[in-house]
Nanobody, 126 residues
């Protein structure tokens, strides 16, 4: 059974940092693009960041550029999201996702992702 499990969420003050992890099991995603998305209460799910299969190419939503860093360790089948200078508007459930087979490049369209984690809550207090 393929699973993506996020961890690392929690409550942090504005200006603080968190590191999210996404551990994959059941199959390897070393040839798949992966990404992070988030959904705040009452809002639609939005793209956060994506990374290509090798980790050599990344892409961020404009509001995350310079604050968030996406990375991956294919040997561990794990992806990360380092979040710095957090703002209250970053409060959301964060989801990791793995793209379908054959899609190894950076991918911001959620329709290209076949595998999703259950989400981890990030709350930033002001």
């Amino acid at each position: 059974q393929v699973q993506l499990v996020e961890s690392g969420g929690g409550l942090v003050q504005a200006g603080g940092s968190l590191r999210l992890s996404c551990a994959a099991s059941g199959r390897t995603f070393s040839r798949n693009a992966m990404g992070w998305f988030r959904q705040a209460p009452g809002k639609e799910r939005e793209f956060v960041a994506t990374i290509n299969w090798s980790g050599g190419s990344t892409y961020y939503a404009d509001s995350m550029k310079g604050r968030f860093t996406i990375s991956r360790d294919n040997a561990k089948n794990t992806m990360y999201l380092d979040m710095n200078s957090l703002k209250p508007e970053d409060t959301a459930v964060y989801y990791c996702a793995a793209a379908r087979i054959g899609m190894g490049g950076v991918l911001r369209d959620p329709r290209g992702y076949d595998y999703w984690g259950q989400g981890t809550q990030v709350t930033v207090s002001s």
